[in-house]
């Protein structure tokens, strides 16, 4: 009599129930070849062969299931699928070939001409470029409100409002939305709720298990979290990820094997990097306040934050993005900025590495003088991604910066 596990190449999806996230990040969605190997093969083709004409026949008509076509599908863009499914909770999800082409495969799925979409003021800045010129172009209207003020939200609702679409914690104030009153107030208008989960990664937050119908992922974050590849994905029920990839099956903004392979190593070690961001951002977040030359600092993990019970309630964590304000303006900050010699200076964000950017001339800089000060983006404010390097010579790098300050 034998023990093996011959039969049981991959685990089967059944046993995958109840596991928790640390374990489905490196354990869901493994595919395994003949070769029985440990890693995940990787499968850079184009297409697919068949047995014979009749089987080509039976796949193309969908009578065989199968790959035809790595537009359509590709196993190792189906292993990555599979397991940032798992990890969000969501019944299916929908690689694709950046966060951008997420957004936009859900909204050209999902909407059409005449629909009404309201948005969280502080979203990513392409987002908001992409709902204001690009949808609206074709029909769809979108209006921009307070990511934390349930008034505007209700107020902004039209018959024809048909998705909401939020991030949250947001960028880069770390402002924290209401997951279970935006969700009911678009159950109450039929309108689909759409959370872009970018900043706490399932690891943090799951949407879906708080009422949103549909999380979307900027893969290139901290998905990959060591900065290697662009990629997105959207998940949910197959309801609704069945049509955004038949958009994309059209349309053709798919993830490259490649990618996909590297995103699902990427996700085994999620977990224990989140934590990692999380530990480093809270004690840079608690050493930040109490320097003489910061004005203010904005985290949800510090008890100052306007938002920090419910961030407290929604999240496991707070992330590992923080912004502050130096006294003084721009030339301070930028002072401050290119006084540091280890930590980057770019407006990635979500990498182990520590980044530092100056919103108000970079990611934020488009926006007009008063959509600035609305936004709160001011030009003493510095954002920090912050990395998984050692806090104390984090700290080291930072106090380069207040030496420059002083000087
Ligand atoms: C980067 C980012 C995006 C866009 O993702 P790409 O992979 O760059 O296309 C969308 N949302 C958020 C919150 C982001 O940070």
Known sequence: MTHGREEHLWIPESDLEGMSVDTLAVRAGQIRTGQLEHSDAIFPTSSFVYGSAAQAAARFGGEEPGNIYSRFTNPTVQAFEARIAAMEGGEKAVATASGMAAILSTCMALLQSGDHVICSRGVFGTTNVLFQKYMARFGVQTTFVSLTDMDEWRSAVRPETRMLFIETPSNPLCEVADLEQLSALAKANDALFVVDNCFCTPVLQRPLEQGADLVIHSATKYLDGQGRC??????????????????????????????????????????????????????????????????????????????????KKQQSGFGGVLSFELKGGREEAWRFIDSTRMISITANLGDVKTTITHPATTTHGRLSPEDKARAGITENLVRLSVGIEAIDDLKTDLERGFQALKD
């Not at 990629?231 to 955004?244: F, I, K």
């Not at 996700?267 to 930040?288: S, V």
């Open 230 to 311: 662009v990629g997105g994905v959207v998940v949910g029920p197959a309801r609704y990820l069945d049509e955004v990839y038949g958009f994309l099956r059209s349309a053709g903004p798919t993830m490259s094997p490649f990618n996909a392979w590297v995103f699902q190593k990427g996700l085994e070690t999620l977990p224990i990097r989140m934590r990692a961001h999380c530990d480093n951002a809270l004690e840079l977040a608690l050493w930040l306040e109490s320097q003489p030359a910061v004005e203010r600092v904005y985290y949800a993990g510090l008890e100052s934050h306007p938002q920090h019970a419910l961030a």
